[in-house]
């Protein structure tokens, strides 16, 4: 009895993300943060709405890429940014680089959907260029309008939003963390169900 509570809590949590079509239960991302933040953050991945990007962050996430790379960017009341697998390592973050990067691989055309960016949306970070997102991801921490429809849904946080509330702010306007970032320890991607 207590597992069909679970398994109803989990299908009508995910209702609301899924829009009018209930949602295939998909593969989750695993965050282990450790920092001023410590814990675990899981992302139920989307493949049907950004195929290419969610085949992309398991990829690196499951190659062990994302494993030690810092929250470089965050930004009180807005997203948390990470996944700069090139520049963004704990070990060579001083160096003043992280968010500058992405992996070797090429980078991948949009697939942007009708998902609004709303509290724990995962997004795909880029250039201006719609077409230039690779392996930098954020999590929103309250709706951002301005968003929607100009950037990748890569899935939502369906747990561990305690732990991504209290990632290490940055500075500023852009929200540059300049000193000992929150990091990603470990990242892996669980097949779906």
Do not use: C, W
């Not at 943060?33 to 709405?49: H, K, M």
Request: net charge negative.
């Amino acid at each position: 009895m207590r597992k069909l509570f679970k398994t109803l809590a989990l299908v009508l949590g995910m209702a609301g993300f899924a829009g009018a079509a209930m949602a295939q239960i998909g593969p989750v991302m695993v965050i282990t943060v450790d920092g001023q933040a410590q814990g675990e953050i899981r992302i139920q991945l989307r493949p049907d709405l950004a195929p290419l990007h969610v085949a992309r962050i398991t990829e690196l996430a499951n190659s062990g890429a994302y494993d030690g790379v810092v929250f470089h960017r965050v930004i009180a009341g807005f997203m948390a940014q990470t996944g700069d697998v090139k520049f963004g390592r704990a070990e060579t973050f001083s160096d003043g680089r992280a968010g500058m990067g992405g992996s070797d691989m090429n980078d991948l055309p949009a697939e942007f959907s009708d998902i609004a960016f709303e509290r724990g949306i995962v997004g795909m970070a880029r250039s201006t260029d719609p077409d230039s997102a690779n392996s930098q991801f954020f999590i929103m921490f309250a709706p951002s309008p301005n968003l929607n429809g100009q950037y990748t849904v890569i899935g939502k946080v369906i747990s561990g939003m305690e732990i991504v509330d209290v990632i290490k702010l940055g500075e500023g306007g852009n929200g540059a963390v300049t000193d000992t970032p929150d990091q990603m320890l470990r990242v892996v991607v669980e097949p779906g169900a």
